[in-house]
């Protein structure tokens, strides 16, 4: 047989070893796509020059040249994932995918009964620090659900962020402590932060 004849013929790969190459093919692709999707979110999440100083949601007129860059190049893409440094069109993006999840998943799956020791806010979008920390709490679950997270990552989702996020939420002294503390009366009220040092 010739040589050329030999490395035309087709190869023969044992079924354990093309399970693998299955696996790790699909584990490619997976990985290439979500790599796509945050390429394509970074990407539209460039801040204009009308668009460029960080939303502050109780005050999004309000400029936030503290958090601008210190060069003034507002194309250098977005300086940080916190929610609460995007720019007022990434934010309202953001909230809207924020707000699909919460309504989605975290309520359907985790929202406890309302109680005065477990308040909750149906408008939690006009709290800032429960924007902050769902925001937060998202981008976790979205990390370590993922497939490379491993087999524990759902459950350090659970115990490192999950948990601790609802205490901080739901506490009666928390953001939600004026608002809903009964599920037959729905309230909403915003409490009122320190103000800063020197003001």
């Not at 093309?18 to 979500?34: F, H, I, P, Y």
């Not at 006009?126 to 679950?141: G, T």
């Not at 809903?180 to 040092?197: G, I, M, V, Y």
Request: aromatic letters at 6%; one cysteine or more; glycine letters at 6%.
């Amino acid at each position: 047989m010739s040589e050329s004849a030999h490395e035309s013929e087709p190869v023969r790969i044992p079924d354990h070893d093309l399970d693998d190459l299955v696996a790790t093919v699909t584990r490619l692709v997976a990985e290439s796509r979500k790599q796509g999707e945050t390429l394509a979110r970074l990407t539209d999440d460039q801040p204009s020059e009308d668009d460029s100083e960080p939303a502050d949601p109780a005050h999004p007129e309000s400029p936030a040249s503290a958090s601008a860059p210190a060069d003034g190049n507002a194309n250098d893409g977005p300086s940080s994932v916190f929610i609460l440094a995007l720019g007022a069109k990434a934010y309202a993006e953001e909230l809207a995918a924020l707000t699909n999840w919460v309504h989605n998943l975290l309520l359907p799956v985790y929202g406890r009964e309302i109680t005065t020791g477990r308040p909750w806010c149906r408008q939690w979008q006009e709290h800032p620090e429960a924007v902050a920390r769902l925001h937060a709490l998202w981008l976790a679950w979205q990390q370590l659900t993922d497939a490379q997270a491993g087999l524990t990552g759902p459950s350090t989702w659970h115990r490192d962020h999950l948990d601790p996020a609802l205490l901080q939420l739901r506490t009666p002294d928390g953001p939600f402590g004026a608002c809903t503390t009964s599920a037959a009366r729905s309230d909403h009220r915003l409490l009122a932060s320190p103000e800063p040092a020197g003001v």
